[in-house]
Nanobody
Framework: QVQLVESGGGLVQAGGSLRLSCAAS????????MGWYRQAPGKQRELVAT???????NYVDSVKGRSTISRDNAKKMVNLQLNSLKPEDTAVYYC??????????WGQGTQVTVSS
């Protein structure tokens, strides 16, 4: 079973940027979709962005135009660049992967806090 470990969260001022990284413990060639979800206090977990093995990307409307997801199969990593951060981006961000067999894998999460 692949394990996912996130890094790059932290405290940033509104308007700033962060780069979240997710490292997989094993090859990610067995993984179809990788991505990021987030969960703010008192809210449901929501999709932020995903990327398929073929490089197709999908973003939630609230981050479109200010976020970029990328994937490096050789380095076993998926990254999320977040720009022009807003206080409403404050959440725990989770790395996510879905294998070709339909199994879902989650990281433990990294906190992103945006101060106004």
């Amino acid at each position: 079973q692949v394990q996912l470990v996130e890094s790059g969260g932290g405290l940033v001022q509104a308007g700033g940027s962060l780069r979240l990284s997710c490292a997989a413990s094993r090859t990610i060639f067995s993984i179809n979709v990788m991505g990021w979800y987030r969960q703010a206090p008192g809210k449901q977990r929501e999709l932020v962005a995903t990327i398929t093995s073929g490089g197709n990307t999908n973003y939630v409307d609230s981050v479109k135009g200010r976020s970029t997801i990328s994937r490096d199969n050789a380095k076993k990593m998926v990254n999320l660049q977040l720009n022009s951060l807003k206080p409403e981006d404050t959440a725990v961000y989770y790395c996510y992967a879905r294998t070709w067999t339909g199994s879902d894998i989650w990281g433990q999460g990294t906190q992103v806090t945006v101060s106004s």
